[in-house]
């Protein structure tokens, strides 16, 4: 296998984008990342995007994209695998060049999901999960986040202000964030009082309704080199499934297709989880960011309250996470978030974060959740 | 959103708590399955769950899906059946202030929703506390 | 001899009383109270209907017939709620026992007397040999016009009664059926509120066609007011089956058991099929009983049946009626009572 670094990202500004479509915020993102790394063509490219069908009508994106983008013929690939699909689709692509099949691949991943009610939404994300055991039973994304959030509560004394402090260093992060849909800050209070949506959890700890695209271009070591751009080395990717319905796991605090991704990344990149100076994770809601946490081995389990509430995760604490503010302030176009966090990682890594600079950066990683954890792509990242 | 066969191919688990187990494993599982996760059993043979059990996490729905738009707030729960298989389903006939985790529970056939106006009716299991 | 194996009930925990429902369209609660003898009565929640509260009473009805619901060969739900215009509720309700495929199934409708027709042809398939165990329900959510006086009265239950010739609780020693055509009450297909004559539903319709079904069935059997412990008339109010039941020559102490409705409503097809049940929770071995219902249109079913010793050993198999009927009550108002019943206009 060839070793496989990421020579250019592309982002634009996330939010309610009326007046551009899912081809525009495509097309504008994959150029972006296409001029960044200075290359001239691409030999394959792979699409995340989730419900594309349920909100704008269109499937068979692939070739849509392919075509706009003005690559056709190259081969292209939609993936799916609910909300991490973004990393999905970096992972297939990592594989393509790792292997010796393609050199140049564009990763991305782009969702429109403001041209339909807020309902439609609900039961497009809602595809997600188990229809015929959770969703005909009333249940939504945040209620399944919420009964975790219970089962936490229950067994750790997880307590209800240390969710609030994930949103809270989340938004304080977003707030640097210029490319963020939520860029300014929010007190506890904020979190605590704002609008109820599954008991306890409310919209401050649920992440957005997002407009957006994000895009990387990979190729082989040896290639970036030659094209004299900063080595970004993708050196570990892991990726697991585990049961769809939470009901069916043997413990809901726990996220073991999380577990078994991270501990497969960390083995092939050799490193341990106190080797990595960032983390860009999944915080569709407050609690998934803490239940992540102790997957990854980030923190012990139950430990990972405690640890937001002392401020380690902050940007200048001992184990940063989410320094580009996470899903919750810079917003979550589903199927873009993975490769959107592999965007903020490589840029950490760079030293172009800016004001969200984690000082030093060498190694990061990302994690890419799908429904309530049914399926986790994990990277590890480090700049030579 | 269902379709008339979709919803009718379930009726035998959500009328009657219909599941299948692995005798191999002594697993029970809800709804039934082709091949056992554990073992690879493809010998799975019919049973039922048990019809009472405890919750083991609840939550209220706030904001509903669009088939339960009038009925929300309502709650729903993860419950432990006492067989030892896991069931969500929504918790009714209490107090929001009275669910708490542990709390024992039965199962009640109830009307889930109705496809709008005109579409079909869709029935189901939720669960009341077991006095 | 034939009889009924098995019996259960069925009512919603909410409740909304008289006074609830006056406030809203200033009347008189207090002479509303005295004069159809009604405190409060029984509202389905929006998740409940017929269909429900029918396969919770029959499986209260299972747990004292103690048999195996795949020997059921006849289900009927008597109702003038059924869920659909065009579709049967009992199909439904023996999919959710366990009956099918081998049962025959009709919904059947006669206003408050579609549950005791269920019961009268079940009992008979039995008795005629052409199924083992047949199951009766009757069970309604009815609705009365807001403001009007049902509203008062209309409520939510469920009562089943399954049928048989082995390990009977109740032998069924006669039935007598009395009808005529009486519009004292009736609804028009896509309106959404019954209609009713108003005091023509009185000597007309209800005591014309009890006193001629109980007459009929008494004379048919040699029988006498005296020779029966207890009697469960129809219950439209609290008054009317005291009325009857004095005309007749029954006490006020063989009314009482069976006389839920001060508490519970008139649930129109469970009304006096609930009553048999809460009458059975106390009967004693040998006991006889006389149920006379009422259906408006109109007509009166009824039976007499004699209590076996088994009702000791099953009465506590299930809930008790009255248990029911006083666990967990949640008391609405008016507000959210017409909300559950669908009667405030919403965007589609």
């Keep these: 296998m060839r070793d496989v670094a990421v020579i250019g990202i592309g982002m634009t500004k996330w939010g309610e984008l009326w007046e551009k479509s899912l081809r525009d915020i495509y097309v504008e993102t994959a150029l972006l990342a296409i001029d960044d790394a200075g290359v001239d063509h691409i030999d394959s490219m792979y699409v995340g995007s989730m419900s594309s069908g349920i909100f704008v009508g269109q499937e068979h994106i692939a070739s849509l994209l392919a075509d706009y983008l003005g690559c056709a013929p190259v081969p292209s690939t939609r993936v799916e695998t609910a909300c991490a699909s973004g990393g999905l689709a970096l992972r297939l692509g990592f594989m393509e060049v790792a292997s010796g099949m393609s050199d140049i691949v564009l990763v991305s991943g782009v969702e429109k999901m403001t041209d339909v009610g807020g309902d439609k939404a609900t039961y497009a994300l809602g595809t997600a999960a188990d229809q015929e055991y959770e969703c005909y039973h009333g249940i939504t994304f945040p209620g399944l986040y919420a009964l975790m959030a219970v089962a936490h509560m229950n067994k750790y004394g997880t307590t209800r202000e240390q969710l609030a402090e994930v949103a809270v260093k989340n938004h304080r992060n977003g707030s640097k964030n210029p490319l963020a849909q939520f860029p300014f800050e929010v007190t506890v209070e904020d979190v605590i009082n704002s609008v109820k949506i599954a008991d306890p959890l409310r919209i401050l700890d649920c992440s957005p309704i997002t407009d957006g695209a994000a895009a990387a271009i990979i190729c082989p070591v040896e290639m970036a080199k030659k094209l004299n751009k900063p080595v970004v080395k993708v050196i570990g990717s892991g990726h697991a499934t585990d049961a769809i319905a939470i009901s069916q796991r043997k413990d809901m605090t726990w996220l073991e297709a999380t577990y078994r991704a991270g501990k497969s990344a960390y083995e092939m990149a050799q490193k341990k989880p106190k080797d990595i100076d960032v983390f860009e994770v999944h915080d569709c809601f407050t609690i998934a960011e803490l239940c992540v946490m102790e997957a990854l081995g980030i923190v012990e389990k139950g430990k990972s309250g405690e640890a937001v509430e002392k401020g380690r995760t902050a940007i200048d604490g001992d184990m940063p996470v989410n320094p580009s503010g996470g899903l919750k302030s810079k917003g979550h176009p589903v199927r873009a978030t993975g490769i959107a966090q592999a965007v903020e990682i490589v840029k950490q890594l760079s030293g172009e974060s800016e004001e969200r600079q984690v000082k030093g950066a060498r190694i990061g990683l990302t994690q890419n959740m799908g429904g309530s954890g049914a399926s986790t792509v994990v990277h590890i990242f480090e700049k030579e | ?131 | ?348």
């Design chain 3, 1 to 348: 001899m034939e009889g009924i194996v098995g019996y259960g009930a069925y009512i919603p925990r909410n409740r909304i009383k008289v006074e609830e429902i006056a406030k809203v369209w200033g009347a008189d609660a207090p002479s509303y109270k005295k004069g159809l003898m009604l405190e409060e009565k029984s509202v389905p929640s929006p998740d409940q209907d017929t269909i429900t509260m029918a396969v919770e009473a029959s499986k209260n009805a299972l747990k004292r017939a103690e048999i195996d619901p795949i020997d059921i060969g006849a289900v009927y739900i008597g109702s003038e709620s059924h869920p659909y215009a065009v579709k049967p509720s009992g199909t439904i309700l023996a999919e959710a026992l366990g009956s099918t495929p081998e049962v025959h199934t009709a919904d059947f409708e006669f206003a408050c007397k579609a549950g005791t027709e269920g019961m009268f042809v079940a009992l008979n398939l039995v008795k005629t040999g052409v199924v083992k165990y047949g199951l009766g329900v009757g069970a309604d959510t009815s609705q009365g016009a807001p403001g009007d006086a049902l509203e008062y009265s209309a409520a939510a239950g469920a009562a089943a009664f399954i049928f048989g010739r082995e390990k009977v609780v109740a032998e069924v020693l006669d039935t007598y059926s009395y009808m005529t055509d009486t519009p004292d009450f009736w609804r028009r297909e896509y309106e959404y509120y019954p209609q009713h004559g108003g005091r023509f539903t009185g000597e007309p319709a209800y005591f014309k066609h009890i006193m001629g079904a109980a007459k009929g069935i008494l004379k048919k059997a040699g029988m006498e007011p005296q020779d029966f412990s207890y009697v469960v008339f129809h219950q439209p109010n609290g008054k009317f089956p005291f009325k009857v039941g004095k005309k007749l020559g029954f006490s006020k102490q063989q009314i009482e058991p069976g006389w839920l409705v001060n508490k519970l409503g008139n649930t129109y097809s469970g009304s006096s099929p609930m009553g048999l049940t809460a009458t059975f929770d106390v009967a004693k071995p040998d006991d006889h009983i006389l149920l006379v219902s009422y259906g408006s249109g109109a007509g009166s079913d009824a039976f007499i049946l004699k209590v076996t010793s088994r009702i000791d050993e099953v009465r506590n198999l299930a809930p008790l009626t009255r248990s029911i009927l006083d666990h967990n009550k949640n008391y609405l108002e008016y507000g959210e009572y017409a909300k559950f019943r669908e009667k405030i206009r919403k965007a589609d």
């Design chain 2, 1 to 131: 959103m269902s379709t008339p066969s979709r919803y009718w191919r379930e009726v035998p688990q959500r009328y009657r708590l219909e599941a299948n187990k692995c005798e191999k494993c002594n697993k029970k599982f809800f709804p039934p399955r082709l091949i056992c996760p554990e073992c690879g059993n493809r010998e799975l043979v019919k049973t039922k769950i048990a019809e009472k059990g405890k919750i083991i996490s609840h939550t209220i729905i706030r904001v509903p899906p669009s088939q339960y738009k009038d009925q929300a707030p309502y709650a729903v729960g993860v419950v432990e059946m006492d067989d030892g298989v896991n069931v969500m389903g929504q918790i009714v006939d209490c107090d929001f202030e009275d669910l708490e985790v542990g709390m024992r529970v039965k199962i009640e056939f109830r009307k889930l929703f109705s496809q709008g106006h005109s579409g079909i009716l869709c029935y189901g299991y939720k669960f009341v506390p077991d006095s």
